[in-house]
């Protein structure tokens, strides 16, 4: 089991380009979430899914978007990057709680982007 | 909102003391409290949870005890070792929009040999 996987580790980017964040995980958990964390805010939700198809937005929504195709891969998309975005990214997943299942969250190892 | 305060933010004791950090949470309906420590340049990991029909659990040198009534609640390490320096991270679940975690702002803990 690799976990969850995040790519890249770090990222440097200019005023108003887009990328992506990857994160894939390989233990067949239906929710995935994204969270950003921030120098004495802990760790802010962006969007979260309970499963294929599915997503919502969390705390800190604006400026992101989301799709989940499969059940593996839970892309993060900025559209145009701002300064303020500058930040760790962590996407962690889980089985479902209201599945009944172990809800423990695991988190990836992160991403570091800076927008210049 | 719903919001999770910590405290303290920064926590320095000597190797074999004590560590208590203490986390209050707004959302009376919520039912699970993780924490987490993260080491520096990695992703936070689950160490002690809790479940709101439990008043305490313990794991070893940790425990986590909870006060549903006064929606607090803390984590204790005793005989701390210096591998216990990191930052860590108290949750609490919402029962809506998917059982998503508030994490409260963390506490870094630093153990001096």
């Known amino acids: 089991n690799a976990g969850v996987t995040q790519t890249p580790k770090f990222q440097v980017l200019k005023t108003g380009q887009s990328m992506t964040l990857q994160c894939a995980q390989d233990?067949?958990?239906?929710?995935m979430s994204w969270y950003r964390q921030d120098p004495g805010m802990g760790l802010r939700l962006i969007h979260y899914s309970v499963g294929a198809g599915i997503t919502d937005q969390g705390e800190v929504p604006n400026g992101y978007n989301v799709s989940r195709s499969t059940t593996e891969d839970f892309p993060l998309r900025l559209l145009s990057a701002a300064p303020s975005q500058t930040s760790v990214y962590f996407c962690?997943?889980?089985?479902?709680?209201?599945?009944?299942?172990?809800?423990?969250?695991?988190f990836g190892p992160g991403t570091r982007l800076t927008v210049l | 909102g719903e919001n999770v305060e910590q405290h303290p933010s920064t926590l320095s004791v000597q190797e074999g003391d004590s560590a208590v950090i203490k986390c209050t949470y707004s959302?009376?309906?919520?039912?699970?409290f993780p924490w987490y420590k993260q080491e520096l340049g990695k992703g936070p990991q689950l160490i002690i949870d809790i479940r709101s029909n439990v008043g305490e659990k313990k794991d070893q040198r940790i425990a986590v005890t909870l006060n549903k009534t006064a929606k607090h609640f803390s984590l204790h390490i005793t005989e701390t070792q210096p591998e216990d320096s990191a930052v860590y991270f108290c949750?609490?679940?919402?029962?809506?929009?998917?059982?998503?975690?508030?994490f409260g702002q963390g506490t870094e803990l630093s153990v001096k040999p």
């Open positions: 233990m067949n958990h239906e929710y």
């Open positions: 962690a997943s889980s089985y479902s709680y209201l599945a009944g299942g172990s809800d423990t969250q695991y």
């Open positions: 949750a609490a679940r919402l029962l809506d929009q998917g059982g998503k975690l508030i």
């Open positions: 959302d009376s309906a919520s039912n699970y």
